[in-house]
Each structure stands twice: as C-alpha cells, then as structure tokens.
C-alpha cells in the first residue's frame, strides 16, 4: 500500500511544470529601491541626475533629456532661485547636487557658498558638446527621427 502510494505521488511530481527562477532584478520595495538610490555608485548617479533640454534643443536633437554635466547653460525652474540663468562649475554626485555661477548664498560672517540644485529642477539651455555627446545625441535621437517611418501621406498614396 505504502509503496503504491509513494509511486503515485512521485509520478505526479514528476509531471508538473518545473517552476522557473524569476529572471529579472527589479523590486517594487520602497526600501530597496531607496537604498539602490541612495548607495549607487557614481557611474550610475551620473544618469539619474539627469535634466530635461529646453524645447529648442529637444527639437534640434530629438532628445528630452541628458546627464548634465559641468560647462551646461541651465535655468533654475523650481525654488527660491527660480528663474536663474548660468554655466555648471560643478557636478557634486556624491552629494546629489549641481552648482551654477552666480547662483550663491552669503554666510553671516561675509563668506559665500553655492546654492546645491537639483538636477532635475533645471533646464539644459545649451550643451557642450563634445565627441562622446554628439554620439549619444546620435544615438537616441535617431529613434526620435524614425517616428514618421512607414507613414504614408496623401502624394505618396496617389
């Protein structure tokens, strides 16, 4: 009895879908995707302090936004700076923030500091471009140029 038992049970194990290993790494946890933010390495902040171009560049390029980087034109459009208008002297990763000329702070014994923005609380209004982000621009915004691609229009019909 028992080992009938035993042989039913085992084939019917045997017979079930192997149950597959998940194959992605994404969480929906608050927690871990704070501490992925929170602990990413600089090569990865790179990316996620990234600003959206002005519309005239995102026409030219076909791009809505980029890593910003030092050299940038950018416009403060959110806080107390708002309106802002300067050249990036500095992209501080480590810290989350960027710093731009003329955009400072008096201290109470004379000295001045530059206001931290966040990246994503500005606008790129010009870039430096350089051979590296000329390909990137190429790259993405190649896909922005291919959407009229397979699109008939009323002479091409006829």
Known sequence: FFLSFFLFFSSSIQNQPSTKMKLSNKTSSRRKNR?????????????LMSAPLSKELREKHGVRSMPVRKDDEVKVVRGSQKGTIGKITACYRKKWVIHIERAVRNKGQGGVVPFGFNASKVEITKLKLDKDRKSILARRGKNATDADKGKYTEESAQ
């Open 35 to 47: 501490k992925a933010h929170f602990t990413a390495p600089s090569s990865e902040r790179r990316k």
